[in-house]
Structure formats: C-alpha cells, structure tokens
C-alpha cells in the first residue's frame, strides 16, 4: 500500500490540499488559507489550508470533535474564520454573507434537516429554485411551462423522487428526506456542494441509493463530504482529508486512507502518532 503523506504545518513544496503556503491555480473551486475559528478560548479549527479543484470530490473525516463542522461554517460563512481566507473559483469570500456565496454557486446540506415538513416534495424544490433565480419575491406562481416548474420537474426526476412529487415531506422516510435536500442543494447552478453527514440515519438500502446518487453528478460539479460512514466517504470521494483536533492531520486517496493505522487509531478513540 502505498504510504500516506502526513501534513506538517510547513509542509514540501507542491503538496496540495493542507499546510502553507497554498498556490492558487485556475482549476481551484476552494481555497482555503489558514483559516481559524475560535469560541472564547476554544479553537474549533486551527490553521487550516485545503485545496479542492474544480469538480474534485472529496472527503473530510475524523473524529467527533474534529473541527469538520465548523469548517464548513467557515467555507459558507455561517461562523466567518477568526483568521485565514477563503477563496471560491479565484474570488476572496470570506467576509461575505452566506447568500452571497450561494449565489456564486457554492451550496451546502445540514446534519439537522431544514425541509419544510407541511409543504410537498416540489414545493420545497419549487422554493430552492426560486430562491436562487431572479424574480424571487414574486407572489405569483408561474404555470407549468415556466423554466422554474420544468427545474422541479427535472430535479424530482434526478433525485429519483417523482413518485412523491406530491406529497409532504413529513410522509416521507428519512432517507427520501435527504435525496431532498440534495435536490434542493443541486437548485440553480451550483458548482460546489458541501455534505454535512448525508447518510446518518440512512438504512443500507438507503445507502446505496445516496452512493448512486452522488456518483451520478455530473463531472463538473465538485462535492466535499463529511461523513462518519468510512465505506461511503471512501466510495464517492477521489481524494481524502483527515481532520484531528481542529488541524489536518492528511490526505491520500480512498487506497491511502482506508488501511492507515494512524486513521484507524483515531476513529477507534486513539491519539494521532500514538
């Protein structure tokens, strides 16, 4: 197997992914510099500096605790970095709103569903479409031939949920809950979606639907999961991060991560370099 490249905080020159200095290159869709985010005297992440191209999909694990989540809110602005930057497709964004962002086409998915669980399936995508087109806050429906209507048609169709277009969300299973809220994610044209725990809750069945989901997105479009289920991150994702207390430990590919005994440590409850 081969070995798996630790991460130092100055690490050789051409790494990608982790350490600094990062280059940006003209296929970057991500670029983060440094970024810290504190709570008091909490340090939630720590000096982190990752870098996922265009159309890349990638993984980010670790333990609970890690700091996964919190960078995230760093990337969409939800908790801004204390420190460092963060560029999206060339642009510094890291004091912008997370609307801001989204229009840029970055998007994300929560751990905690956000559906609106009294209206249907396609009027929560009805409203994900709207909410990132022009013409937003009309109170006029469009009919059935308006290029919104033919979104949430072709997006009921993708997520493989035309079957329940109908229905409220509060009928359906949690894991057609969250082929939802990917729908919802791919609204508009996103060119980078952020997973926060897609599969949590998912029977196996339900896994194997979200693994074909995923891996029938289009080439361009770049996805970064975290996910506690290490056979399903190791599945969609062409390259791997881990994360350990706030700081990236290292990444490798899904071959690299998956028998490491410094990964394997840290997700039985073990210290990193133990």
Not at 90 to 95: I, K, N, P, Q, S
Not at 217 to 236: K, N, Q, S, T
């Amino acid at each position: 197997m081969a070995s798996v490249t630790a991460l130092p905080v100055q690490p050789a020159a051409g790494a990608r992914g982790a350490g600094r200095p990062v280059t940006l290159m003209s296929g970057d869709a991500l670029v983060l510099e440094g970024v810290s985010r504190t709570f008091g005297a909490l340090k939630a992440i720590d000096d982190v500096s990752l870098t996922v191209a265009a159309g890349e999909r990638r993984a980010v694990l670790g333990a609970n605790g890690a700091g996964k989540t919190t960078l995230f809110n760093a990337i969409t602005g939800d908790f801004p970095p204390s420190a460092g930057r963060v560029r999206f497709f060339g642009e510094d964004v890291t004091w912008l709103p997370p609307f801001e962002r989204i229009r840029r086409g970055l998007r994300r998915t929560y751990q905690s569903s956000l559906l609106f669980r009294d209206l249907s399936v396609s009027d929560n995508l009805f409203l994900a479409v709207r909410g990132v087109n022009t013409g937003r806050f009309s109170f006029v429906r469009p009919g059935a031939g308006h290029p919104s209507q033919v979104a949430v048609h072709d997006l009921l169709e993708r997520i493989r949920l035309t079957h329940v277009a109908g229905q409220p969300v509060s009928a359906l299973s949690h894991g057609q809950q969250r082929q939802l809220e990917i729908g919802m994610a791919l609204a508009g044209a996103p060119r980078l979606i952020l997973f926060d725990e897609p599969a949590a809750g998912l029977s196996p069945g339900e896994r194997r639907e979200l693994v074909a989901l995923l891996g029938a997105f289009p080439a361009h479009l770049g996805f970064v999961i975290i996910e506690h289920d290490l056979d399903i991150a190791l599945r969609v994702a062409e390259r791997v991060t881990i994360m350990h207390e706030g700081r990236i430990l290292k990444h490798g590919t899904p071959a690299e991560i998956q028998d490491d005994a410094e990964v394997q440590a840290i997700y039985m409850g073990g210290k990193a370099g133990a």
